[in-house]
T-cell receptor, first 116, second 112 residues
Framework: EPEVTQTPSHQVTQMGQEVILRCVPI?????FYWYRQILGQKVEFLVS????????KSEIFDDQFSVERPDGSNFTLKIRSTKLEDSAMYFC??????????????FGNGTRLTVT | KNQVEQSPQSLIILEGKNCTLQ??????????LRWYKQDTGRGPVSLTI?????NTKSNGRYTATLDADTKQSSLHITASQLSDSASYIC???????????FGTGTRLQVFP
């Protein structure tokens, strides 16, 4: 069964550095998402992406964050000038249709980001 | 404010027993409700999706119910197995939006 793959599985970075989290969504999916989960807390929406542009973003997704689909297969999340509170598990997800169209959302296994 | 609340926070049962997890939501306008299973350190995996017109949906030993009038849902697990040990998360999608609103989950532990 096709799956969403994320790399790396674990990323350690120093405060103030930039990181890029990478994702390969399921090939025939058109909608792409990033969510994050701080340890012990609920999963939170960051951003949705369709047709090469952001379709919706949360208040968490400020100027520090950016997303890109650099080619036909990868979907990336860039975090500039990381802060300690950015430490979390970041999940990429993809779907055939929007979430309000009752389409299953498939998640990757996440990248655990640790900012020291 | 759109919120999803779950109970209990954690649950311990013996292998072979049944259990029911609860979810209440205040998301409006409502589009659909999902139940996900999340193993420790892994991404959530979809179990069921229900729209407001669906009262129940099954996926193997998992049966979800939805009461859109009272804004409540439940997930019933039949004949539990050790592999059912995980967090079960209730997730709601609002209409005219493209994001999921997650509950805090119920941590289920199944012991032999």
């Amino acid at each position: 069964e096709p799956e969403v793959t994320q790399t790396p599985s674990h990323q350690v970075t120093q405060m103030g550095q930039e990181v890029i989290l990478r994702c390969v969504p399921i090939s025939n999916h058109l909608y792409f998402y990033w969510y994050r989960q701080i340890l012990g807390q609920k999963v939170e929406f960051l951003v949705s992406f369709y047709n090469n542009e952001i379709s919706e973003k949360s208040e968490i997704f400020d100027d520090q964050f950016s997303v890109e689909r650099p080619d036909g297969s990868n979907f990336t999340l860039k975090i500039r000038s990381t802060k300690l509170e950015d430490s979390a598990m970041y999940f990429c997800a993809s779907s055939e249709r929007r979430t309000d169209a009752n389409s299953p959302l498939h998640f990757g296994n996440g990248t655990r980001l640790t900012v020291t | 404010k759109n919120q999803v609340e779950q109970s209990p926070q954690s649950l311990i049962i013996l292998e072979g027993k049944n259990c029911t997890l609860q979810c209440n939501y205040t998301v409006s306008p409502f589009s659909n409700l999902r139940w996900y299973k999340q193993d420790t350190g892994r991404g959530p995996v979809s179990l069921t999706i229900m729209t407001f017109s669906e009262n129940t949906k099954s996926n193997g030993r998992y049966t979800a119910t939805l009461d859109a009038d009272t804004k409540q849902s439940s997930l019933h697990i039949t004949a539990s197995q050790l592999s059912d040990s995980a967090s079960y998360i209730c997730v709601v999608s609002a209409s005219f939006g493209d994001k999921l609103i997650f509950g805090t989950g119920t941590r289920l532990q199944v012991f032999p």
